[in-house]
C-alpha cells in the first residue's frame, strides 16, 4: 500500500510562523509543494515576501507580524481565514522568548535548589513555562 504525504492538503490553509527561519522554510515548501496555500509568517515582511515567491503553486500569503504581542494573534488568524479560506493547520515555528537581564529576574532560587526548568533556560532566557514551573515549587 502507498502513503503520499500529501493526501488531503491539496488546496487545504495551513499558517506556517517562523516560516522563514531554517526548519520553517523548509517545511513551508513541503506544504506548498504538497498542494497547500501557506501563510507564510515571521518578524520581517521582506523575508515572508521573499518566500512566498519561492513556493511553489499559487494562493500563498505572508503576514510580518510580532507573536509575542498576544494582541495580534486572532487578526492573524482572520487574515490567514479571508487569503486561504479555510485553516486547515497551524504549524507553530516561530521562538517566542523574553529576554531577563538577569537569572534572579526570571524567579526562583539560585542555590543548588534551582529548579531544572530555570537551570535549562540558563542567565539571560526567560519563558512562561519555566516560570510556572519554578514557582510552583
Known sequence: MAWDLATGLEGRGVIVTGATGGIGREVTKAFAAAGARVMVVDLLASECERLV??????GHASQAVDLSEVSGHEGLV???QHSLGEVFALVHLAAVLRRQPQLPDVTGTTSR???LPQALCGPRCYSPISTASCSSR
Open 53 to 58: 515567491d519561492e513556493l511553489d503553486g499559487a
Open 78 to 80: 482572520d487574515k490567514a
Open 113 to 115: 535548589s534551582t529548579p
